[in-house]
C-alpha cells in the first residue's frame, strides 16, 4: 500500500479540504491511503473531516502552530518524516511553515508536490509581503506543481513554473450524483430546510472572509430587499467574518431575513433549495462552488474576479465588482425572475467540462504511480 501525506491548513469543511475527502472517498484504499499534516489553532480541537479520515483507515497529525513555535514545529515534522514512510508529500498549504516541510521532505528523499488553489492573499500588506517571499522561497523544494488553474500557478509559483513541463492544471471535482435536481425536488428541499417555498431564496457558500466578500453581499441583499420583501439570504459555511456580517446585517435591518448555516454536511442539498447564487469573490482559484451552484441548476452571479474556467453552463454570468450594490441586486433580481418553473440541473455539462471527482480521482491516483519511486 502507498500512504500519501496531504499538508493542509486544518481538516475542516473547506474547499480544499472537500476536495480532497471526495477523492479519498473515491480511491482504492488498499492500495493508497491518504493522512493529513494538519495546522489547528488548538490541537485538541477535531476537525470536521477527522473522524471520517480515522475511520477510513487515514491519519491525522496536528502540528504545533509554526508562527509560534518554529522550533517546536521543525521538530515535530521531522518526527512524522522519520517515524512514517512517505514517498510522496502532496503540499496544499503554501503559508510560512511551508518552508519547513517542503525542505525537510526534500531532506528525507521524498517526491514534493506543490498544490496551488488561489490566485491572491488577503490581509495587511506586511501579510502579503512574506507569503509572496515565502511562494517565491520554495519554488526550489517541489518536483512537480498542480494548480486550479492555470492563473493559480502563476500567481503562486510564477510564469516560468506554469510554462514548464514540471506543472500542470489540476481540476477540482465534485460527486456529481450528489447534484441531480428538478423543479419539485428544488421546491421540496426549500420547504425541508426553510419550512415554505413561497419566497424566494438567494444563497452562496464559502469561508467567511475578506476574499469572499460578503460584507459587500450584505449591500446587494439589503437593496434586493427593497424589490422583494419576503426574501432571504441563506449564508453557507464559517469563518473569522461572522461576528462582522452579523453585526453588520443588524445595522442594516435586514438581520431577520439573514440566515447564517454554518458549516453543514450537506451541501448540495442547500444549493438545489436556493433559487440563485451569489458569489461576488475578490479572487478565486477557480471559484469551485460557482461550478458546484451551477452542477445543481443554480442561475449563478460571479464576480469577473472568478476565473472564466467556471463559467461552465449557461446559467453563469459574470459582474465587475466596480458595479455597485444596486447593479448587482437588479441582475439577481433579473436572473431569479427568469428561472421560475425551469429548475433543471446541468450534471451533463459539468461532467463534460471536466469536473467529474471519479475522472479526477483516477488521475490523481495515475500520477502517484508514477512518481511512486521518484524521489
Same mark, same amino acid.
Given at each position: ?58 491519519r ?12 517546536q ?7 512524522v ?66 494548480g ?58 464559502g ?57 453543514? /454536511?450537506?451541501? /448540495? ?59 448587482w ?16 440541473d ?21 500520477f ?8
Amino acid at each position: 500500500m502507498q500512504r500519501i501525506l496531504h499538508v493542509v491548513n486544518i481538516m475542516d469543511r473547506g474547499g480544499v479540504e472537500t476536495l480532497l475527502m471526495n477523492i479519498y472517498r473515491q480511491i482504492d484504499r488498499n492500495k493508497i491511503q491518504f493522512d493529513f499534516l494538519t495546522h489547528p489553532y488548538d490541537c485538541n480541537y477535531n476537525q470536521e473531516y477527522e473522524d471520517e479520515i480515522i475511520s477510513m483507515g487515514g491519519r491525522v497529525y496536528k502540528a504545533p502552530r509554526f508562527i509560534k513555535k518554529p522550533m517546536q514545529y521543525c521538530r515535530y515534522v521531522q518526527q512524522v518524516y522519520n517515524t512514517q514512510t512517505y514517498h510522496i508529500v502532496h503540499g496544499h498549504s503554501l503559508e510560512t511553515s511551508s518552508v519547513v516541510y517542503m525542505r525537510e521532505a526534500k531532506k528525507h528523499g521524498m517526491f514534493l508536490v506543490a498544490h496551488a488553489h488561489n490566485t491572491g492573499e488577503m490581509g495587511k500588506m506586511m501579510r502579503r509581503a512574506v507569503v509572496n517571499s515565502v511562494h517565491r522561497l520554495i519554488r526550489q523544494y517541489p518536483d512537480f506543481y498542480f494548480g486550479c488553474s492555470n492563473e493559480a500557478i502563476k500567481c503562486q509559483f510564477g510564469e516560468r513554473i506554469a510554462k514548464s513541463n514540471k506543472s500542470s492544471v489540476f481540476y477540482n471535482g465534485i460527486d456529481l450524483s450528489r447534484y441531480h435536481v428538478n423543479n419539485y425536488e428544488h421546491q421540496m428541499q426549500k420547504v425541508d430546510i426553510y419550512g415554505t417555498g413561497d419566497f424566494p431564496v438567494f444563497g452562496t457558500v464559502g469561508r467567511l472572509s475578506d476574499q469572499k466578500n460578503q460584507l459587500f453581499l450584505l449591500d446587494v441583499f439589503a437593496e434586493i430587499l427593497k424589490i422583494e420583501p419576503a426574501a432571504i439570504l441563506s449564508i453557507v459555511g464559517k469563518g473569522s467574518l461572522e461576528e462582522t456580517l452579523r453585526n453588520k446585517a443588524c445595522d442594516l435591518g435586514i438581520d431577520s431575513h439573514v440566515r447564517f448555516e454554518g458549516s453543514v /454536511p450537506n451541501v /448540495p442539498s442547500y444549493l438545489k433549495a436556493f433559487d440563485v447564487f451569489l458569489f461576488p469573490s475578490i479572487y478565486e482559484g477557480l471559484g469551485m462552488a460557482g461550478i458546484e451552484a451551477q452542477a445543481a441548476g443554480l442561475p449563478t452571479l460571479m464576480s469577473d474576479s472568478v476565473p472564466s474556467l467556471a463559467h461552465c453552463t449557461d446559467l453563469a454570468e459574470a459582474l465587475p465588482l466596480s458595479v455597485d450594490a444596486r447593479g448587482w441586486a437588479n441582475k439577481a433580481l433579473e436572473m431569479y425572475s427568469s428561472s421560475q418553473e425551469r429548475r433543471k440541473d446541468r450534471v451533463d455539462l459539468i461532467r463534460a467540462a471536466g469536473f467529474d471527482i471519479r475522472e479526477i480521482s483516477q488521475r490523481l491516483c495515475d500520477f502517484y504511480d508514477a512518481h511512486e519511486g521518484d524521489r
